[in-house]
């Protein structure tokens, strides 16, 4: 295959994301796919310093809204100041599990959000509608906690999108949101956003469950017919510690390292060879807020 005929350009930098919290997440999931736990090391925090100067650049540039994630965002004891400094540039949506967050944090997040003209969003990660469902990938106490989080969130006004990383057959979609809706209302959550991933055949879910097959791979005759802009990687770059990487899925890899500026990142194509591009190919969206029922499968969440 000729590399070049899967070669994803930047259209415009629309979105900036930033490892802030490294790889480091006081949980150890089983299918993270950059195997994050608290004791992997391999990406470091991200500073409020540097965030500001890729925030100022990122203005210079027209980025419209900004992402946060990790490992566990809130781990970073700088995370409620640095996402107070987001909402004076645009929109700010932070990854996060909900167990590690404080009162304190969020009262003065609503605060900023409401003094703020662009808005903030929560996008919470349970992979289930109960502890027997989520807890076995997830850890054990961690439905619970999660929940808990939810509440906190809804408390707080804010209307977070629940994630769910789609660990059943596709056939029972269906069945598990209508069981997250129930639980959630049950907990306070009116009218749940949910939105349902594949998983990502890489890092710790490699392990889990297998790998991506050789065949798994997007060809040139496959994008001939493809809307490239549902690619995270068409309008969106990550910063982490070691520089700025083509998107936040395949920041282990080598490759995905584009430059040291937003400029350089900017600049650089992007050959869309890895298995998780097949993924992407497949899902589209997977990075966006857009709930699930904005996505091919049509369902309602
Ligand atoms: S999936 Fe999310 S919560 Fe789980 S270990 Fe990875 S970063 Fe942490
Ligand atoms: S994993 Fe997805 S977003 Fe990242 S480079 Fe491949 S296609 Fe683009």
């Given amino acids: 295959m000729n590399k070049s005929?899967?070669?994803?350009?930047?259209?415009?930098l629309d979105e900036l994301w930033f490892q802030v919290s490294g790889t480091r997440c006081n949980l150890t999931c089983q299918h993270c796919f950059i195997s994050c736990s608290p004791h992997n090391r391999n990406f470091e925090f991200l500073s409020r310093d540097d965030i500001q100067g890729h925030l100022k650049q990122s203005a210079i540039l027209g980025v419209k809204g900004y992402y946060f994630t990790g490992g566990e965002p809130f781990l970073n004891p700088e995370m409620t100041d640095i996402l107070i400094d987001t909402l004076q540039y645009g929109p700010a949506t932070v990854l996060t599990n909900a167990t590690v967050m404080k009162e304190e944090w969020l009262s003065r997040l609503r605060i900023a959000q409401e003094q703020s003209r662009y808005s903030l969003e929560f996008r919470v990660s349970i992979d289930g509608f109960s502890a027997d469902?989520?807890?076995?990938?997830?850890?054990q106490g961690t439905f619970e906690r999660a929940?808990?989080?939810v509440t906190q969130l809804v408390s707080h006004g804010f209307l977070p999108i629940i994630?769910?990383?789609r660990t059943w057959p596709d056939s029972e979609d269906q069945l598990v949101l209508g069981a997250?809706?129930?639980?959630?209302?049950?907990?306070?959550?009116k009218h749940p956003r949910i939105k349902l991933l594949p998983t990502l055949k890489i890092g710790a879910e490699e392990n889990r469950n297998g790998g991506y097959s050789k065949h798994q791979r997007v060809t040139s005759e496959m994008l001939k017919q493809f809307d490239?802009?549902?690619l995270v990687c068409e309008h969106a770059r990550?910063?982490?510690d070691r520089g700025?990487?083509?998107?936040p899925i395949l920041i282990d890899s080598a490759d995905s390292l584009l430059g040291n500026t937003l400029q350089e990142a900017v600049d650089t194509p992007f050959n869309i060879t890895h298995g998780a591009c097949y993924t992407c190919y497949q899902y589209g969206a997977i990075c966006s807020n857009i709930s699930t029922r904005n996505l091919a499968t049509g369902i309602e969440a």
Wanted: a positive charge; charged letters at 15%; hydrophobic letters at 35%.
């Fill in 5 to 12: 005929s899967v070669r994803v350009s930047l259209s415009h």
């Fill in 133 to 139: 469902t989520n807890d076995p990938i997830r850890g």
């Fill in 147 to 149: 929940i808990r989080g």
């Fill in 163 to 165: 994630t769910a990383t």
């Fill in 180 to 189: 997250f809706y129930k639980i959630l209302k049950r907990h306070g959550y």
């Fill in 228 to 230: 490239v802009t549902q």
């Fill in 238 to 240: 990550i910063v982490t």
């Fill in 244 to 247: 700025v990487h083509v998107c």
